[in-house]
Structure formats: structure tokens, C-alpha cells
């Protein structure tokens, strides 16, 4: 089929040619999709009982005979053969490919007319073309500029959150947030309807580390919002014996135990609790107070 894109300018005589086509289109569809049941099918190759091609709606008025029919014969009435009962599916049946060919030709006929019809005013449309392309490149031009521009502002200023949030740290750590790429601050900046971040958006900006954990000040990490567990209670993280790791049961957050403080993300009403893990050569070391500490071990 003959398509014609977007977006041109066509003459009257063209437009007629083409809603004449398409109409043909749109009314075989029509009648392709309310007659589908028409459409011969083969049948399953496991059903060996009934093999071949099969036309559902004739299956269906065949099994419609056969309810009524039953009732007619359980309320003592007379009731017309199969074969008469069939008849008006097996003329449309028998209708449905010759029409379906009838509208296929007609539609090749129209695209014929409408290539005739379309070819002597290729030169104009080639001019429309490049006018629209002409002065779609000034507009993308200037607006990939402007959006440039704004993601240099929208970079900048998600800098100069995360360096407030951390007390002037951030700057001086190598952390998603401050390179170039899909994460320069775009990618990482989630920010809630009220005045808050979601943790995503904390850990993509690099708000949170594996050595250091949060490094957001104490007095800011009310701006964190966690949405898998917005009814968060208090926390306390307490101090492990164990070397490994340790999971905030309010936040999912995982941290290396050592002799090093963290911090507790949970929702703005909870108060966010500070503790120190201990390294476990500290704690040997306590019980066995006679004894030096012994550094070289890992666990």
C-alpha cells in the first residue's frame, strides 16, 4: 500500500484520492475484525478425531442447533433441521473471501490512482519538506541549547545541596553527583512534594558511602524519606560483637562494622540515633587485658 507520511500540505485532489483509499482500509478491517469466526482455521494437529480445516462460526451454530433443538424437543415442539438451520451461516461463510478479494482489489485500484495523482506534485512537496526540516534544525537547535544550559544549572545546583548537606565534605569526596555522565545530578535527584529526597536519591548522589556511611550532618537527615517503610520508628543501632555487617531493620541499610559512627535513615518524625561500632580485636583485647591487641587478623 501507498503510504504517505505526515505532515504535507495536500492539494484537494489529492486528499479525495487518499480518504477514498483509506476508507477501503478501515472498512476491510471492519469486516475482517466482526467476521473473524468466518475466517477457515486449521484445526490442532493433536485432534485426530477431527482433523483438517474448520470454519468456527459453523462449529458454533452447529452446537447452537443442538441447544435448541433439545429444548424445543423437551417442550413437545417441532424444530428444523440442521441443514436448514445452517443455511444463513453457510452463505455468509461463503460470502466472506470473495467480498475480503473484492476490497483488497479496490484498495489496489485507489493506490494506483492516488501514485497517478501524487507524482506530478512531488516537486512542491519536496519544497514543503525542506522548508519544515529548515526551520525544525533552528528550533532543535535552540532548544537542545537551552536544555544545556539547564542541566548545567540543575548539575550546579544539586553541587551545591550536597555540599551543604555535608558541611563542605562533599566537595572533597569522589562520589556519584560530582562527575559527568546520566548521574551528574539529573539521574540521581529525587526529590519529594515536601522539602525531602528518597534514599535512591541519597545513595546515587553519593550522600552515603560503604566506608564512611551517611554523610549528611546529623541536623539534615530529617530530608530523607523512605518510602518502602514510612512508618519507621526510632532505631538504635547497637553495638556488635561480631565482625561483618549490620543491617538497620528500619531502612535496609547495610554498613561494615568498625570503629567508625553511622547513622540510621528513617522517616522525618524519627530521631535518628548515632552509634560506634567495635572492632572485634578491640573487644579480645578487653577480655584479655595482659595481652597486646592483635592488628594482623582479618575477619
Same mark, same amino acid.
Given at each position: 500500500?501507498?503510504?504517505?507520511?505526515?505532515?504535507?500540505?495536500?492539494?484537494?485532489?489529492?486528499?479525495?484520492?487518499?480518504?477514498?483509499?483509506?476508507?477501503?482500509? =478501515?472498512?476491510?478491517?471492519?469486516?475482517?475484525?466482526?467476521?473473524?469466526?468466518?475466517?477457515?482455521?486449521?484445526?490442532?494437529?493433536?485432534?485426530?478425531?477431527?482433523?483438517? $480445516?474448520?470454519?468456527?462460526?459453523?462449529?458454533?451454530?452447529?452446537?447452537?442447533?443442538?441447544?435448541?433443538?433439545?429444548?424445543?424437543?423437551?417442550? !413437545?415442539?417441532?424444530?428444523?433441521?440442521?441443514?436448514?438451520?445452517?443455511?444463513?451461516?453457510?452463505?455468509?461463510?461463503?460470502?466472506?473471501?470473495?467480498?475480503?478479494?473484492?476490497?483488497?482489489?479496490?484498495?489496489?485500484?485507489?493506490?494506483?490512482?492516488?501514485?497517478?495523482?501524487?507524482?506530478?506534485?512531488? !516537486?512542491?512537496?519536496?519544497?514543503?519538506?525542506?522548508?519544515?526540516?529548515?526551520?525544525?534544525?533552528?528550533?532543535?537547535?535552540?532548544?537542545?541549547?537551552?536544555?544545556?544550559?539547564?542541566?548545567?544549572?540543575?548539575?550546579?545546583?544539586?553541587?551545591?545541596?550536597? $555540599?551543604?548537606?555535608?558541611?563542605?565534605?562533599?566537595?572533597?569526596?569522589? !562520589?556519584?553527583?560530582?562527575?559527568?555522565?546520566?548521574?551528574?545530578?539529573?539521574?540521581? $535527584?529525587?526529590?519529594?512534594?515536601?522539602?525531602?529526597?528518597?534514599?535512591?536519591?541519597?545513595?546515587?548522589?553519593?550522600?552515603?558511602?560503604?566506608?564512611?556511611?551517611?554523610?549528611?550532618?546529623?541536623?539534615?537527615?530529617?530530608?530523607?524519606?523512605?518510602?518502602?517503610?514510612?512508618?519507621?520508628?526510632?532505631?538504635?543501632?547497637?553495638?556488635?560483637?561480631?565482625?561483618?555487617?549490620?543491617?538497620?531493620?528500619?531502612?535496609?541499610? /547495610?554498613?561494615?562494622?568498625? !570503629?567508625?559512627?553511622?547513622?540510621?535513615?528513617?522517616?522525618?518524625?524519627? /530521631?535518628?540515633?548515632?552509634?560506634?561500632?567495635?572492632?572485634?580485636?578491640?573487644?579480645?583485647?578487653? =577480655?584479655?587485658?595482659?595481652?597486646?591487641?592483635?592488628?594482623?587478623?582479618?575477619?
Amino acid at each position: 500500500m501507498f503510504e504517505i507520511p505526515q505532515g504535507f500540505n495536500l492539494p484537494s485532489d489529492a486528499q479525495k484520492v487518499l480518504k477514498r483509499r483509506d476508507d477501503l482500509v =478501515r472498512q476491510l478491517a471492519q469486516f475482517k475484525a466482526e467476521n473473524a469466526d468466518y475466517e477457515p482455521r486449521k484445526r490442532n494437529h493433536y485432534n485426530h478425531a477431527n482433523p483438517g $480445516w474448520f470454519t468456527p462460526a459453523l462449529e458454533y451454530a452447529e452446537a447452537q442447533w443442538a441447544r435448541e433443538m433439545k429444548e424445543a424437543l423437551k417442550a !413437545g415442539k417441532d424444530f428444523k433441521s440442521l441443514d436448514e438451520y445452517l443455511i444463513p451461516f453457510q452463505e455468509k461463510a461463503a460470502e466472506y473471501h470473495p467480498r475480503i478479494k473484492a476490497l483488497e482489489e479496490l484498495i489496489a485500484e485507489a493506490d494506483k490512482e492516488l501514485i497517478a495523482t501524487m507524482r506530478p506534485m512531488l !516537486g512542491e512537496l519536496v519544497d514543503q519538506a525542506f522548508t519544515q526540516a529548515s526551520k525544525a534544525e533552528t528550533e532543535y537547535a535552540e532548544a537542545m541549547r537551552k536544555a544545556q544550559s539547564a542541566r548545567a544549572e540543575m548539575g550546579s545546583a544539586v553541587n551545591r545541596f550536597c $555540599w551543604a548537606v555535608t558541611g563542605g565534605r562533599k566537595s572533597s569526596v569522589s !562520589g556519584i553527583g560530582f562527575g559527568s555522565g546520566t548521574r551528574d545530578g539529573l539521574g540521581g $535527584w529525587q526529590a519529594t512534594g515536601d522539602g525531602r529526597i528518597t534514599v535512591e536519591s541519597m545513595r546515587a548522589l553519593g550522600l552515603y558511602n560503604q566506608w564512611e556511611g551517611a554523610l549528611m550532618l546529623p541536623e539534615f537527615e530529617h530530608m530523607v524519606y523512605n518510602p518502602e517503610n514510612p512508618l519507621a520508628e526510632e532505631v538504635g543501632l547497637e553495638v556488635t560483637r561480631n565482625a561483618g555487617t549490620h543491617e538497620c531493620p528500619a531502612c535496609g541499610l /547495610r554498613v561494615n562494622t568498625g !570503629g567508625r559512627r553511622v547513622s540510621c535513615v528513617g522517616t522525618e518524625g524519627a /530521631r535518628h540515633t548515632r552509634t560506634t561500632f567495635v572492632l572485634k580485636d578491640d573487644l579480645e583485647g578487653e =577480655r584479655h587485658p595482659n595481652f597486646p591487641k592483635n592488628r594482623g587478623k582479618t575477619f
